[in-house]
């Protein structure tokens, strides 16, 4: 009996997932294997790595890398993690500070604009995350994974900044 051994594409980040039954969440796009593997990550980020800085972009990346589908809460959800990951990768902004961000973009009015995300989610997913051996590799991987996922979006770039900026003046 194999059958705990199939796998399928999780139809946000594309990555090889268990082909499990399971909760998901109601509007970030992820396949019940990848966000148990998720969970997984955050228990560990919570736990034994110590809420790490690095928390901030893992939040962010997942949720950016499983858009789900157009709706008014995926919509402002997509848009605040992609303003934050903006402000931690391009202005090099603490975490703290980005939360901070998002929470005066929130009040600023949220971003309303469906962003079409890429056909290509990036190279790297939360089981390259998964599969770290320590905290330091863990960090790692967390910011490589963030970047590539912010690289994805680049289409989006120009008006991620706009937002960013609207939102702080
Ligand atoms: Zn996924």
Do not use: F, K
């Not at 858009?67 to 934050?84: K, M």
């Not at 790692?140 to 680049?154: D, G, H, M, N």
């Amino acid at each position: 009996m194999h059958s705990d051994d199939a796998s399928t594409s999780c139809v946000g980040c594309g990555a090889l997932v268990p082909a499990t039954e399971g909760p998901t969440h109601p509007y970030i796009g992820a396949s019940p294997g990848c966000w148990r593997i998720y969970g997984d990550v955050l228990g560990r980020e919570y736990g034994e790595y110590g809420y790490p800085e690095c928390h901030r972009l893992t939040v962010d990346a997942y949720a950016v890398q499983h858009p789900g589908v157009a709706s008014r809460r995926s919509i402002q959800s997509v848009g605040v993690h992609l303003i934050s990951l903006y402000y931690v990768l391009e202005r090099g902004v603490t975490s703290d500070e980005a939360t901070r961000r998002i929470g005066l973009a929130v009040r600023a009015g949220p971003p309303s604009i469906w962003l079409q995300p890429p056909t290509d989610p990036g190279r790297l997913t939360i089981c390259d995350v998964a599969n770290a051996a320590d905290a330091d590799a863990h960090a790692r991987i967390v910011r490589a994974w963030a970047e590539s996922v912010w690289e994805a979006w680049r289409d989006h770039h120009a008006i991620i900044r706009t937002w960013a900026r609207d939102a702080a003046s």
